[in-house]
């Protein structure tokens, strides 16, 4: 009786998120090669040899430019930098931004919907402020899920003139400087 195949066990670099043996095609091969030598070796033997070979000449520079003064000042000062999160395929996910957009759209000719995008972000509970927005303006307000999946407020009707001040006056925590309006694709500031 034949034996059954085993699986491939695939070793991924924890820098990068791809398989050990692509790390020389990926983005940070520079970033990978200090994990690669530490836990694939035999994938870059090239790697190793060279790393042992400029080892010595890194002590020894590390060495000459450490001087008597910043020892006596208490070490080196390194400025800490800011983690960014990396997705698979080397790709930077990007922060999103404190900001309210309003757009306005509109459908057959006379109709209008206003969107309100990013209240949410600064603590706002998009619901009640559907209720408000409504209320406020005599129109129909509702929470829905935008094309990005994000939720967002749509409100029947052309509220672009009011809209900023309400939404200063209502919610305190939600700066002028942060609206945006869209205008002809281009986002602009409110104030």
Do not use: H
Not at 102 to 131: M, P, Q
Not at 138 to 162: L, M, R
Request: proline share 7%; aromatic share 8%.
């Amino acid at each position: 009786m034949a034996e059954k195949p085993q699986p491939v066990v695939v070793l991924y670099c924890k820098v990068c998120g791809l398989p050990a043996e692509y790390c020389e095609f990926g983005p940070e091969f520079d970033k990978c090669k200090p994990w690669l030598i530490q836990n694939a070796p035999d994938l870059y033997p090239d790697l190793l040899k060279a790393e042992n070979a400029t080892e010595a000449d890194k002590a020894a520079d590390q060495l000459q430019s450490t001087s008597i003064s910043s020892a006596a000042a208490g070490g080196s000062s390194e400025p800490k930098k800011e983690e960014v999160k990396r997705l698979p395929g080397g790709k930077i996910k990007k922060k999103e931004r404190q900001e309210v957009v309003i757009e306005k759209v509109v459908r057959n000719k006379r109709k209008c919907i206003t969107t309100v995008k990013g209240l949410d972000f600064f603590g706002v509970k998009l619901s009640d402020a559907s209720k408000k927005l409504g209320k406020k303006f005599a129109t129909g307000a509702s929470v829905v899920k935008g094309p990005t999946d994000k939720e967002q407020i749509d409100v029947q009707g052309d509220i672009s003139f009011d809209i900023v001040e309400f939404i200063t006056d209502t919610w305190p925590d939600v700066p002028e400087t942060a609206i945006f309006f869209i205008e002809d694709g281009k986002k602009v500031p409110a104030a």
